[in-house]
């Protein structure tokens, strides 16, 4: 296995991973910036007010993406298996 083809396998799973990751984080911090404005503007100093809205729109982000984000990983565990015998042959 040469050092760019460990280069590559490890950038495409930073990209995988980040493309996985990215709708579930862009949610949290979106709702995490209402109930901040929505905080600020009420005065309201509690920790834990955002801990419920910010589960329910992950889970709500699951349910709607969560069939391409296993698609996405799947392909890419596919790619890699498949890609692993060429690797230790040269």
Do not use: C
């Amino acid at each position: 296995m040469t050092p760019e083809g460990v280069m590559t396998l490890g950038h495409q799973a930073m990209e995988v991973t980040l493309m996985v990751a990215a709708p579930m984080l862009i949610v949290v911090l979106l709702i995490g910036l209402i109930v901040s404005i929505f905080q600020a503007a009420t005065q309201i100093n509690e920790a834990t007010l955002s801990f419920i809205p910010k589960l329910i729109g992950v889970f709500v982000v699951l349910v709607i993406a969560g069939p391409w984000m296993l698609t996405t990983m799947t392909d890419y565990m596919r790619l890699v298996f498949t890609s692993v015998p060429m690797m230790a042959a040269g």
